[in-house]
């Protein structure tokens, strides 16, 4: 304004000159802290940018925007600082729990490439370093296409051999997305301790039960063949006729020979039993239309159920559809709906004024589709329902303990399960899961 003034009046040239130069220094000064502020401006946001925050702005006590500005700038990068110091401490946690932990852990992208893989994985395959998944292959290739194919929530069980020893390994398998790239993510655990501590169980249930059948067999036709025999042997060394035999002991000795046969008869039952237990045949799939398969064993039943006065609530999905082997799984059913049948006629309190027996089925809540069998019978103890599927366990005088574990076995061999729980005094529930 003072230059435009002095150019517009009669002043010296010399004045106007000063007047201009002291205008442009100022201007050109005033574009130097222009420039200043953008270039420390554009400074922090490239700090912010590439993640260095050891930068600090110079403060000076006073109220200048400057000042201002360069207190902001430092506390958004105390802030930083404290995120990324917390960020780096979360997972150096994370890192050290990972390495610590018991199951062997190890993620790798699609091209294999390994980006963690814990102490336990190391030790498990018996490997120092691994670069890439791929690696793994030629020490045990079953374990690599296991890894390869398995998905989301896909889990399987590997025998490796290592150091001339098998090892059982379950793996458990979850596909993850980061910043768009894939990844997945692989458990192994090495459950052969846990394998052989519950077949030792499994053998020794079996044992007490085999020894407990055979036992109740052979006792009595051993005590009996030993009565016959003695009698017989006195009769032998008296040199008696035949013909001098009572016949209240020929009746013994019938009765003796008949308790014989039926219980030799049982206990090749029993032991037919148990070879029928090892043959069961692979299903043969098909889909069926679970309504048409319960209301056939529903049919075959219903005398049962007109006997013991045995009320049937029967709800089913219409038009529900399942690949099974019917005759199988037919079975099965008629296996716990007999047994439901069974608990309702022991109930002989007459506390209950009705006997009923529920039969539902439908789709799963997580997939696949289930049956289930209740009662509102005596119920099952509880240290007997821990056995009931265990060959030849049984509760019932007349039970051959086959039915519940040929019934589990069908049902393994479906890929599916078979549980129970109960109430004494309240009933019990079966029930049968099929998979997708």
């Known amino acids: 304004m003072l230059f435009t003034n002095l150019y517009n009046s009669d002043t010296y040239f010399f004045t106007k000159f000063l007047v201009f130069v002291a205008v442009v220094v100022q201007g050109y ?8 502020s953008n270039r420390e401006v554009v400074h922090f946001l490239e700090s912010i940018h590439y993640d260095d925050f050891t930068n600090t702005y110079p403060e000076k006590k006073n109220s200048s925007s400057q000042a201002s500005l360069y207190h902001q700038f430092n506390e958004i990068l105390d802030k930083f600082r404290e995120i990324r110091a917390d960020k780096e401490a979360q997972h150096q946690y994370l890192k050290t729990i990972v390495q610590h932990i018991g199951i062997g852990i190890i993620t790798f992208d699609e091209l294999g490439e390994v980006q963690i893989i814990n102490n336990a994985a190391k030790k498990l395959l018996d490997v120092k370093l691994i670069k890439n998944i791929n690696q793994i292959g030629k020490t045990y290739p079953k374990l690599l296409q296991s890894f390869s194919d398995l998905k989301t929530g896909g889990r399987d069980l590997i025998k490796i051999t290592k150091n001339e020893e098998e090892v059982q390994l379950a793996v458990y398998a979850i596909e993850l ?12 655990q090495n459950i052969q301790s846990e394998l052989e501590e519950k077949e030792m ?17 052979v006792t009595p036709i051993s005590s009996l063949a030993s009565t016959v025999e003695t009698e017989l042997d006195d009769f032998v060394k008296a040199g008696a006729d035949v013909a001098e035999i009572k016949n209240d002991q020929i009746e013994d000795f019938y009765l003796s020979v008949k308790t014989i046969h039926n219980r030799s008869e049982s206990l090749i039952k029993f032991v037919s039993d148990f ?8 299903p043969e799939l098909e889909e069926t239309k679970i309504e048409d398969l319960i209301q056939h064993v529903t049919m075959l039943l219903r005398p049962d159920f007109e006997q013991h006065s045995i009320e049937t609530d029967i709800s089913i999905k219409p038009d529900l559809k399942i690949n099974l082997d019917k005759e199988q799984i037919e079975q099965v059913v008629i296996n716990i709906v007999k047994n439901a049948v069974q608990a309702l006629a022991a109930d002989d309190t007459g506390e209950k004024e009705i006997k009923k027996l529920t039969i539902t089925a439908m789709n799963g809540e997580s997939g696949g589709a289930y049956i289930s069998v209740v009662d509102n019978g005596v119920g099952i103890e509880e240290e007997a329902l821990k056995k009931i599927f265990i060959p030849f366990f049984t509760t019932k005088k007349s039970g051959s303990g086959i039915g519940l574990s040929l019934s589990k076995q069908i049902m393994r061999n479906h890929g599916g399960s078979i549980s129970a729980k109960s109430q004494i005094g309240e009933g019990t529930e079966f029930l049968l899961k099929f998979p997708n």
């Open 29 to 36: 000064y005033l574009y130097l802290l222009v420039e200043k």
């Open 177 to 188: 997305s980061l910043l768009g790239k894939a990844f997945k993510l692989v458990s192994i």
């Open 275 to 282: 070879r029928n237990m090892t043959r069961i045949k692979h």
């Open 201 to 217: 169980e499994a053998w020794q249930n079996l044992i007490r039960v085999l020894t407990h059948e055979i036992m109740n067999s």
